[in-house]
């Protein structure tokens, strides 16, 4: 196996080494039931206790209890959604958007069945939200407005300060959840100076493991729990703490922190550096978002004419890893739900290859792909029956 | 991350016969590139055999693999026996495929029958053209990939199918909106039930075939049986389901005689004419 390039950090990362470190004494040690009396447990429930002070300040929240430990992002999500529905049970209507993750989607389509309304919002062909559709659609018995942060396939961020501006000016009683799973460790995030009400975050995006997320809930909203029985977490989130995944996440924010300026920067520069090599080598190559301000290590890519689950093979046989939203890779058949809100044209859809970067990223194997990927698409290329059309596009980039 | 045999990734590394035939015999299309694969087939044939084959695809790495093995399972046979060439045999060929990649050895299978359906081979007769019959419009289920009712009963046919997921996974029909999913059960329970009516009109003997099948295997299969211990078995008369019969040498005051009846004369009737035989000693 030639060594390994990994440049799908938005599907997960590396554990951090120091993450490691953090969570092995509870393991090992300090492993006691951090609601037990006795001074054993004294450990634990510090540690339980220095990690959610830790995620306050990761969050900017104004105090400790609006922090709430879970298992992912997806049951961030859940909890956010699904407890502030139970607490507002005369309001009927959400509002999402049509790129949201699958955890946010698939639960809107089980809510509309059991009778909810739910607006999704699109996206313009750059992928941001049309804000003027978000407008029209807050109403009187809008209960929440779930929205991401930034997307995981494009990487393209949307401007939550505006957006809950324009909610809370039409509805002030209307909530809003920012799934931040894709920004936590890549840009700042500041729950005060948004103005968010619920903000959901899953570890493993930011190195440290999977099984481990965070919520942040507004002290001036109430929710129901989503897993009921013990007293945990207030009791809004029952099942005895992940002390040793806790920690784990904790240093992993602290670390993301620290490591903010390197992530704007400097990542930044070599996914910007990779991307606009691929657009001048590669004549059939076309960036998906154009002009859209994105988080710093994300790029999606469409390949004209070719098909994104043979390139991934083809990089995948030389170490390097990505993604795509063909229809190929998820064997649902149709490609990415989110490309496909942004009419991404058909040609290219099927050959959309995402490459997400992180601080492990080196210059050297962003120099190797850059190197390569030229020579693998044209062999891909080569297989196709649209010669016609790819000598139209070769002469026209010429 | 797909379980690929060997085969299929051997051939998508490295394909066989790419390009186009100039001056090809036969051209056949199957998918699109809106659907997300297509592929186009060249062959070349002289004296009715496939001399030359040459694919392009815009697909995955299973779609690929099945163009380029297809190429392969043709040269140099007759056109005759390709035609016979299923989806299946594609498959089988590759070392298998995951269940929800079948739908690219069908594409080959679509490819391949549309080349040889534009393809006349000598002595070729096309009935539609003698009789200026209009061909019907195929019936599309699907939409959304523009799946035919044809290509359905095909898949069903070649593979046993069974469950509309299983149809999703070779031809790709419900895999977008899913609105044709009773359509497709409807294909499926039709297809059944024929094949159950047909089974059963093969099995269905009039009263004369009956008795006449009934005296032969006594005759023919069990009297020689029980001749070999010194007895013997005459057939009296026909009953609808009752056969009555006579024991006869060794076998007439046998005290196993009941056992005789019933586990070997009774039982062998009932296996090849009608479950429903009861056999009677008289």
């Not at chain 1, 710093?296 to 030389?318: A, K, Q, R, V, W």
């Not at chain 1, 190197?371 to 016609?388: C, F, N, W």
């Not at chain 2, 069903?156 to 895999?175: D, F, H, M, P, S």
Request: charged share 25%; glycine share 8%.
């Amino acid at each position: 196996m030639t060594n390994l390039i990994y440049l799908d950090n938005n599907a997960t990362t590396k554990v951090d080494e120091k993450v490691l470190d953090a969570m092995l004494p509870y393991f090992k040690d300090e492993y006691a039931n951090p609601s037990s009396m006795y001074d054993f447990a004294r450990g634990s429930s510090n540690a339980l206790k220095e990690a959610r002070g830790k995620m306050k300040d990761f969050f900017n929240a104004q105090n400790e209890k609006e922090i709430l430990f879970t298992s992912c992002g997806s049951e961030s999500a859940n909890t956010a959604i699904r407890g502030v529905l139970n607490m507002n049970k005369n309001k009927k209507h959400i509002i999402t958007t049509k790129v949201e993750h699958p955890c946010v989607l698939n639960l809107c389509q089980t809510l509309q069945k059991q009778g909810y309304r739910v607006d999704y919002i699109g996206v313009n062909s750059n992928g941001e939200l049309d804000l003027e559709e978000l407008k029209n659609a807050v109403c009187d018995d809008t209960a929440i407005v779930a929205i991401m942060h930034a997307n995981n396939e494009t990487g393209v961020l949307f401007p939550i300060e505006k957006i809950v501006d324009i909610v809370k000016t039409k509805n002030p009683h209307t909530k809003v959840f920012v799934d931040a799973v894709q920004t936590a460790g890549k840009v700042p995030i500041d729950v005060q100076a948004m103005n968010v009400d619920l903000l959901g975050i899953s570890g493993h995006k930011f190195h440290a493991p999977k099984g481990v997320g965070a919520l942040y809930v507004n002290s001036k909203t109430l929710i129901t729990p989503l897993i009921v029985g013990g007293h945990q977490e207030r009791g809004l989130r029952a099942g005895t703490e992940n002390v040793p995944y806790i920690a784990g996440l904790a240093k992993a924010a602290e670390l993301a922190v620290d490591n903010l300026n390197y992530e704007v920067h400097e990542v930044k520069r070599l996914r910007d550096k990779l991307e606009s090599s691929i657009l001048k080598t590669v004549f059939n190559a076309r960036l998906n978002t154009g002009v859209a301000n994105r988080v710093p290590n994300t790029t999606n890519i469409g390949f004209e004419y070719i098909e994104g689950e043979l390139i991934l093979l083809h990089l995948s046989d030389i170490g390097i890893c990505a993604s795509s939203g063909s229809a190929c890779t998820s064997g649902s058949l149709e490609p990415s739900h989110v490309l496909r809100a942004m009419n991404v044209p058909f040609t290219s859809i099927h050959g959309s290859i995402r490459f997400s970067l992180s601080k492990f990223t080196t210059e050297k194997e962003i120099d190797y792909v850059i190197e390569k990927l030229p020579g693998i698409i044209d062999k891909i290329t080569m297989l196709s029956p649209y010669q016609d059309e790819l000598n139209a596009l070769r002469k026209l980039k010429a | 991350m797909w379980d690929y045999s060997e085969k299929v990734m051997d051939h998508y590394r490295n394909p066989r016969n790419v390009g186009k035939l100039d001056n090809a015999d036969a051209i056949g299309e199957a998918g699109s590139l809106a659907c997300g694969d297509s592929l186009k087939i060249y062959l070349k044939i002289e004296n009715g055999i496939v001399t030359d084959a040459k694919f392009q695809t815009f697909g995955c790495g299973s779609a690929v693999a099945s163009s380029s093995i297809l190429t392969e399972m043709i040269i140099g046979k007759p056109v005759s026996e390709v035609r016979k060439i299923t989806n299946k045999d594609i498959a089988d060929e590759l070392g298998g495929l995951p269940p929800e990649k079948m739908h690219c050895s069908v594409m080959g299978y679509e490819a391949l029958e549309d080349a040889l359906k534009n393809y006349k081979e000598d002595g070729y007769v096309d009935m539609d053209e003698i009789f200026g019959e209009e061909k019907k419009p195929e019936k599309i289920v699907c939409q959304c990939f523009g799946v035919t009712e044809n290509l359905i009963w095909d898949a069903i046919k070649q593979n046993g199918l069974k469950t509309v997921e299983e149809i999703t996974n070779y031809t790709k029909a419900a895999g977008a909106c899913g609105k044709c999913k009773g359509l497709i059960q409807d294909i499926i329970d039709t297809y059944y039930h024929k094949e159950k009516e047909e089974k059963k009109l093969e099995k269905t003997l009039s009263p004369a075939q009956k008795i006449l099948k009934i005296n032969s295997i006594i005759e023919n299969k069990i009297s020689p049986e029980l001749q070999k211990d010194g007895g013997d078995i005459t057939l009296v008369d026909i009953d609808g389901d009752r056969v009555l019969v006579k024991l006869q040498g060794k076998c007439s005051g046998c005290k196993n005689s009941t056992l005789t009846i019933k586990s070997f004369v009774q039982s062998t009737l009932r296996e090849t004419v009608d479950e429903n035989i009861e056999v009677i000693e008289v």
